[in-house]
């Protein structure tokens, strides 16, 4: 079967540094992606990643390697607004999204 | 944990016809179902808000006459696309949550293709 795995809830604390881990196994890869979920509202795309290797925009990155089924969205200077849920959803051989449950982050002063 | 089912996960249609798109919440009753549409790399947007029993929310900008929702029960709810136009083209998501605890849960999508 086809599977996501995130952690269910991180704490961090503001002004520091949180990696958000995501594995996968699924039938075909065709990209990855990290969404960004207040409560009540729709996602906000963050990354698409289809090549190995890391990817910054601003105090944002994510990471992916392929060959272990491995991503991760690694967020810089934690702001209180930082506080959301995070998914890891990757696209597979048929296009079709396969979804995380998503990672709650908690930001403390 | 819980599970959103499309149907169907691709489609392809001609121009001026109309396409259903499932959406089942599978071992869970739904309090509140989303449509999304995702154009490719982007965010998802927001379409329509939909409770059982009662009339979509339509987002600002969002056609009600040609996406039309009806949701019928608890675990299924569906979006038509009426009179497709090669525009349509894109991904469609839905999602579904329940109230107590909140969580959300994001079907596979259903890929249309308008020609």
């Known amino acids: 079967g086809q599977n996501i795995d995130q952690p269910t809830e991180m704490t961090a604390t503001e002004g520091a540094i949180v990696q958000i881990n995501c594995t996968y196994q699924?039938?075909?890869?065709?990209?990855l992606f990290w969404y960004q979920q207040h409560a009540g509202e729709a996602p906000t795309f963050l990354s698409y990643n289809v090549l190995d290797g890391l990817e910054e925009k601003g105090r944002f990155s994510s990471f992916l390697s392929r060959s272990k089924g491995y991503s991760y969205l690694l967020l810089k200077e934690l702001q209180m607004k930082d506080s959301a849920s995070y998914l890891c959803a990757v696209v597979d051989s048929n296009y079709q999204l396969i979804w995380g449950a998503g990672t709650k982050l908690i930001i403390k002063p | 944990g819980a599970v959103v089912s499309q149907h169907p996960s691709r489609v392809i249609c001609k121009s001026g016809t109309s396409v259903k798109i499932e959406c089942r919440s599978l071992?869970?009753?739904?309090?509140?179902m989303f449509w999304y549409r995702q154009f490719p790399k982007k965010s998802l947007m927001l379409m329509a808000t939909?409770?059982?029993?009662?009339?979509?929310?339509?987002e600002q900008g969002v056609e009600k006459d040609k996406f039309l929702i009806n949701h019928a029960s608890l675990t299924l709810s569906t979006l038509t696309v009426t009179s497709a136009h090669p525009e349509d083209s894109s991904f469609y998501i839905c999602?579904?949550?329940?109230?107590?605890?909140?969580?959300?849960?994001f079907g596979p999508g259903t890929r249309l293709t308008v020609t």
């Open positions: 699924t039938s075909g890869f065709n990209g």
């Open positions: 071992d869970f009753q739904a309090t509140t």
């Open positions: 939909s409770n059982e029993g009662s009339k979509a929310t339509y």
């Open positions: 999602s579904a949550d329940t109230s107590d605890p909140y969580e959300q849960y």
